[in-house]
């Protein structure tokens, strides 16, 4: 996307208009801010999210872990043709325990009660029987749905040679 709108500003650039040359710059701007962050992000190998005995770490959403002690039910499911860990959070954890971004996009969520979180699992390479057999060894109301079953066609398919 952001090779797209380097080159959609470079033709902007060399245009003889002086508002279209502004856009030109802003665009160069805004597509070499996307490439920095989109290889940051390609190139980082750590873990996303991590769980040990005291909790999930989603290091994408969270400041701190939620202990297992607060979390109240877990779903492993599909939503919006992705796989999704699905978190019910008691009122004990912190609304400043998230990051600003997350708690502006998910405020509905985090006001139920109790708060529901998604960790989205899509882009993650994960074992599903290893996650489902340590999920199920905690003391925590596990729910497991076959992620695999709704899948057809080219999902499937891309489903296989990913994971």
């Known amino acids: 996307m952001s090779i797209g709108i380097l080159l959609i500003g470079h033709y902007c650039f060399k245009a003889d208009i002086q508002a ?11 597509g070499m801010v996307i490439l920095f962050v989109g290889l940051k992000s390609f190139m980082d190998k750590n873990p996303q999210i991590v769980m040990n005995e005291n909790g999930i770490m989603d290091k994408r959403i969270l400041k701190k872990i939620i202990p297992w002690n607060q979390l109240e039910k877990i779903e492993l499911t599909m939503q919006n043709n992705q796989k999704v860990l699905k978190l019910n959070v008691s009122d004990k954890f912190s609304n400043d325990n ?9 405020a509905i969520k985090l006001n139920q009660n109790p708060k529901t979180v998604m960790l989205n699992l899509d882009q993650l390479k994960f074992d599903s ?7 199920n060894s905690k003391n ?10 709704n899948l057809t066609g080219w999902n499937k398919i891309l489903n296989k040679m990913l994971y």
Not at 98 to 106: D, E, G, I, P
Request: no cysteine; proline share 0%.
């Open 20 to 30: 279209v040359r502004m856009i030109g710059v802003l665009e160069l701007i805004l």
């Open 98 to 106: 998230f990051k600003w971004l997350y708690v502006k996009t998910a």
């Open 129 to 135: 029987d290893l996650l489902i057999s340590y999920l």
């Open 140 to 149: 925590v109301d596990f729910v497991n749905e076959d992620i695999f079953r």
